[in-house]
DNA sequence: AATCCACAGGAAGATTAGGATA
DNA sequence: TATCCTAATCTTCCTGTGGATT
């Protein structure tokens, strides 16, 4: 029977009471350490409740410190009070960078304010004048003060967009509207129109990272509702927390960590999450990391990844050191760019993408003098090639170039 | 001390791709 | 739809250089 079946699956679920309190998408009810910033930023949206605009404000916050849950917490229980005092606040959130035009902006805007489905704004064929107009008759229309929250606002295209906003207020007779800009782009603001910068900053917050210690406080926050009492060790949340810390104290990538351990603990079907998890885990989100930036290089570079782990399995054939020359490479890089019918670029232009594979991460590459024998960087793979062919492997473009080997293993050519 | 290798890496111009604009 | 603009790529040409060898 195949309730019988989930029955079993269900018992053996020893791990997670919710796993979706440790998703990125999650919006917790309370924010450890952040009582303050969600203290002051309730005091800027105060006026709100008095019919007044609110400043507008400007977050700036490495990702992962709690920018936008804080700001969505603080929108959420303003609009309850507002509803409580019978006060008409309105509170709009919007991520720029899946709304990253000025007309579609102006028009998810407009849309969030517009009930009756007949009038909402088509998503294409209007003037964005136009769009603009019927947005400041939608505002006037519901009246009071509304905050509209650009996250990412730094990938937004174009500045007019911000411009726009910025003097709303001046085209609206009934309406009040203030805008939260958060980026995570310290830098942003630098090259904005001065008018902009001077409008949107009117109030200023920057928030800091977490320590080890916030952080672990917050993954046991979580770790409540999303797991089974006795499910991890004792180690596991302190582990993850410092592990966390030593990167940039992003609470999404200590709780990514501390889900991602519990998964594979789920997946061996362990009782409980152990240290030895955590570590794996660690791992495994590194190794996807790099798979996505694989993935994501251009062509050219796959093409010079594929030659290097050539020449460094060539190397290793001879008994060498598995290191190699600019040179070396570009000669291999030759090879396979022939054999696949793929024009080669010029050692000038692969030498820049040695350094881009070298920012990247995926291979280290430092300048050496060998004397007479000249000057040139010596390229180390710092990534498992096994690795990286199993991921090319998948990529059309280049999979020519491998050839199955027997016994899992993977040859070039 | 002088030489010279095998590139590094800067400058400037050409080419290309994507996006905005008329 | 044509064309114009801009940013990203890529090439060409170049000067610079650490240190083993002579």
Same mark, same amino acid.
């Given at each position: 029977?195949?309730?019988?079946?989930?029955?079993?699956?269900?018992?053996?679920?020893?791990?997670?009471?919710?796993?979706?309190?440790?998703?990125?998408?999650?919006?917790?009810?309370?924010?450890?350490?952040?009582?303050?910033?969600?203290?002051?930023?309730?005091?800027?949206?105060?006026?709100?409740?008095?019919?007044?605009?609110?400043?507008?404000?400007?977050?700036?916050?490495?990702?992962?410190?709690?920018?936008?849950?804080?700001?969505?917490?603080?929108?959420?229980?303003?609009?309850?009070?507002?509803?409580?005092?019978?006060?008409?606040?309105?509170?709009?959130?919007?991520?720029?960078?899946?709304?990253?035009?000025?007309?579609?902006?102006?028009?998810?805007?407009?849309?969030?304010?517009?009930?009756?489905?007949?009038?909402?704004?088509?998503?294409?064929?209007?003037?964005?004048? +136009?769009?603009?107009?019927?947005?400041?008759?939608?505002?006037?229309?519901?009246?009071?003060?509304?905050?509209?929250?650009?996250?990412?606002?730094?990938?937004?295209?174009?500045?007019?967009?911000?411009?726009?906003?910025?003097?709303?207020?001046?085209?609206?007779?009934?309406?009040?509207?203030?805008?939260?800009?958060?980026?995570?782009?310290?830098?942003?603001?630098?090259?904005?129109?001065?008018?902009?910068?001077?409008?949107?900053?009117?109030?200023?917050?920057?928030?800091?990272?977490?320590?080890?210690?916030?952080?672990?406080?917050?993954?046991?926050?979580?770790?409540?509702?999303?797991?089974?009492?006795?499910?991890?060790?004792?180690?596991?949340?302190?582990?993850?927390?410092?592990?966390?810390?030593?990167?940039?104290?992003?609470?999404?990538?200590?709780?990514?960590?501390?889900?991602?351990?519990?998964?594979?603990? +789920?997946?061996?079907?362990?009782?409980?999450?152990?240290?030895?998890?955590?570590?794996?885990?660690?791992?495994?989100?590194?190794?996807?990391?790099?798979?996505?930036?694989?993935?994501?290089?251009?062509?050219?570079?796959?093409?010079?990844?594929?030659?290097?782990?050539?020449?460094?399995?060539?190397?290793?054939?001879?008994?060498?050191?598995?290191?190699?020359?600019?040179?070396?490479?570009?000669?291999?890089?030759?090879?396979?760019?022939?054999?696949?019918?793929?024009?080669?670029?010029?050692?000038?232009?692969?030498?820049?993408?040695?350094?881009?594979?070298?920012?990247?991460?995926?291979?280290?590459?430092?300048?050496?003098?060998?004397?007479?024998?000249?000057?040139?960087?010596?390229?180390?793979?710092?990534?498992?090639?096994?690795?990286?062919?199993?991921?090319?492997?998948?990529?059309?473009?280049?999979?020519?170039?491998?050839?199955?080997?027997?016994?899992?293993?993977?040859?070039?050519?």
């Amino acid at each position: 029977m195949l309730t019988d079946i989930f029955d079993t699956l269900l018992e053996r679920e020893t791990i997670f009471l919710d796993r979706e309190v440790l998703r990125p998408t999650y919006t917790p009810e309370e924010l450890p350490h952040r009582e303050r910033e969600i203290e002051t930023l309730a005091q800027i949206f105060l006026p709100a409740l008095r019919g007044e605009a609110p400043s507008n404000i400007f977050i700036y916050g490495k990702t992962g410190t709690g920018k936008t849950a804080v700001t969505k917490h603080v929108g959420k229980q303003l609009m309850k009070k507002g509803e409580e005092m019978n006060r008409n606040v309105n509170f709009i959130y919007m991520n720029c960078e899946v709304v990253d035009t000025h007309y579609r902006l102006l028009q998810n805007i407009a849309n969030h304010l517009i009930d009756r489905w007949e009038e909402r704004i088509p998503f294409t064929g209007l003037p964005t004048d +136009e769009v603009y107009s019927r947005l400041t008759k939608a505002l006037d229309e519901k009246g009071g003060v509304t905050i509209v929250v650009l996250d990412e606002i730094d990938k937004l295209k174009g500045d007019e967009a911000l411009y726009t906003l910025t003097r709303i207020n001046s085209d609206l007779s009934r309406a009040k509207v203030s805008l939260v800009g958060i980026s995570n782009d310290l830098k942003f603001t630098e090259f904005l129109d001065p008018r902009v910068k001077s409008s949107l900053g009117e109030e200023n917050m920057i928030f800091y990272p977490y320590d080890a210690r916030q952080l672990q406080d917050i993954l046991e926050h979580r770790a409540k509702k999303a797991f089974r009492p006795g499910a991890l060790s004792p180690s596991v949340i302190p582990l993850c927390a410092a592990l966390a810390a030593q990167e940039h104290g992003d609470a999404r990538r200590a709780l990514d960590l501390l889900r991602v351990s519990a998964e594979l603990a +789920e997946r061996e079907n362990a009782t409980r999450v152990t240290e030895r998890h955590v570590r794996k885990a660690l791992h495994k989100i590194e190794l996807d990391h790099v798979a996505e930036v694989i993935k994501s290089l251009p062509l050219q570079s796959k093409i010079l990844l594929l030659a290097m782990i050539k020449e460094e399995r060539e190397k290793k054939r001879q008994g060498l050191k598995p290191s190699m020359t600019t040179g070396e490479v570009y000669e291999r890089y030759r090879q396979l760019s022939k054999r696949l019918g793929v024009e080669s670029l010029t050692q000038r232009r692969i030498a820049d993408l040695i350094s881009e594979l070298d920012m990247l991460g995926i291979i280290t590459a430092r300048v050496i003098s060998k004397g007479r024998y000249g000057r040139t960087r010596e390229i180390e793979i710092s990534t498992s090639s096994r690795e990286i062919i199993k991921i090319l492997q998948n990529d059309d473009a280049v999979n020519p170039l491998i050839i199955y080997g027997g016994k899992g293993q993977m040859r070039l050519i």
